[in-house]
């Protein structure tokens, strides 16, 4: 039986091995925290770091990110 992703929202933040981290990226992720960093580190080049972010989304970010019309499991990249 497969396991659910859920249907709330985690961000991620992801650094490169050769980066510092305040040049790191920050992603979302429709999934429980321990699925998004795989689907996050899956989504980004092999040697990158993840770690989820301990953060409470206010009432608009929650509908920005439900405007993305994200599928339990997808992962939306926010910054470069």
Do not use: C, H
């Amino acid at each position: 039986m497969a396991e659910s992703f859920g249907n709330t929202f985690t961000v991620v933040e992801v650094t490169a091995d050769n980066l510092s981290p305040d040049q790191s990226q920050i992603w979302i992720a429709l999934a429980k925290p321990d699925q998004a960093l795989t689907l996050v580190l899956a989504a980004v080049p092999e040697g990158w770091t993840a770690e989820d972010l301990d953060v409470q989304l206010t009432g608009s970010q929650q509908r920005v990110f439900e405007d993305l019309n994200l599928n339990p499991g997808d992962v939306y990249r926010l910054t470069k």
